[in-house]
């Protein structure tokens, strides 16, 4: 019975792999015009490892970056989210729509009022400045994500510590957040995957190179001089940048499907 099932999810992985796989095999594959012109080798690595300030140093500007959004995401989600859910107050899912309600807005069209207000604060061409702006674009679905995991919990463990003597921010910490913890997971996954694959949102906020996360240096290598662009290396730094996502994902895939779970299995 489960042969169909089977058959369309190995066809789905194909299917999404392939790109991938190619960009792998053309990373080392010998090409013309590239650092790896005969044989099968880490040429086109040697010449992504070497562009400008290194990659090391674009690795370091992605996962401050990634780290720093990550945080700043799981912190205010889940206080707005734990609020949400679990405190009445006048106006609460009208703000709550109003939160969703910036899903619908296009992210680029903000990105020019944010970079004058971010050079009004001082941190433009900042990578504090990049993460605070990353976190603002993810807060919608991290909010809403946060919320049904809340709601998923029942009442009465809430009401119970409370009864017992904890404060709603001791509760919090000891007797929610274990519980939710799927649903973080969820959020903080979601949040560095935007982070490090994001190339807009620098493009338009960094002008100094040596702060540019990966996607920006891969995105600026392809421009050579003579329109010749280095495909090798191009697909190198492809390999490069979903290597980190692939491990990630498959470390937290199982946390990952319980919280999108979570708000199925309420009551």
Known sequence: MRTPQHVVGGGLAVLFLSPLVWAAVASVSP???TAQTSGWGLGNY???ANYQAGIGQYLLNSTIVSVLTVLFTLGVS????????MFKFPGRNLLFLVTLAILMVPYATLLIPLYVLLNDLGLQNSLVGLALVLTMFQLPFAVFMMRIS???VPRELGESALVDGCGSF????HIMLPVVRPGLITVGL???LA???DFITPLVLISDSDRAPLPLAVANMRQQVMGIVDYGATEAGVVTLALPCILLFLA???HYVRGFLSGALKG
């Open 78 to 85: 889940l206080l707005g989210g734990y609020a949400f859910a």
């Open 195 to 197: 982070a490090w694959n």
């Open 190 to 192: 979601f949040a560095f």
């Open 31 to 33: 090409q013309a015009g």
């Open 170 to 173: 001791r509760a919090l910490l």
């Open 46 to 48: 040697q010449t992504l």
């Open 252 to 254: 937290l895939q199982r």
């Open 150 to 152: 809340f709601e998923a």
